[in-house]
């Protein structure tokens, strides 16, 4: 069993930037391949980034390339999310997502435990 909390969300203007966080209870933290999602009101939940267990292995949704970066630090059970030159169409709620397959997918559905959610506004 894992537990995630996201912590870091807010309200930001357009261009700033914002770092979300997501700890991990447990001591399986780094055999479990990481991942954030979003999603915005009256849409479903998209894919924004995944981690590989190791942390040697990153991927991102087209939307959020070069302006997101993902990483980990599996000394502290701590998943990263630093977004940068925010847009409004950032705007949604952030969730990270914790599944122990070696595989990384994109789908949502492929991941077996989720946190609460961070609210990300961001204003023109």
């Known amino acids: 069993q894992v537990q995630l909390v996201e912590s870091g969300g807010g309200l930001v203007r357009a261009g700033d930037s914002l770092r979300l966080s997501c700890a991990a209870s447990?001591?399986?933290?780094?055999?479990?391949?990481m991942g954030w999602f979003r999603q915005a009101p009256g849409k479903e939940r998209e894919f924004v980034a995944a981690?590989?267990?190791?942390?040697?292995?990153?991927y991102y949704a087209d939307s959020v390339k070069g302006r997101f970066t993902i990483s980990r630090d599996n000394a502290k059970n701590t998943v990263f999310l630093l977004m940068n030159s925010l847009k409004p169409e950032d705007t949604a709620v952030y969730y990270c997502?914790?599944?122990?397959?070696?595989?990384?997918?994109?789908?949502?559905?492929?991941?077996?435990?989720w946190g609460q959610g961070t609210q990300v506004t961001v204003s023109s």
């Open positions: 981690i590989s267990k190791s942390g040697g292995s990153t």
């Open positions: 447990g001591r399986t933290f780094s055999s479990h391949i």
């Open positions: 997502a914790a599944d122990p397959n070696s595989i990384i997918y994109r789908d949502p559905g492929k991941y077996t435990y």
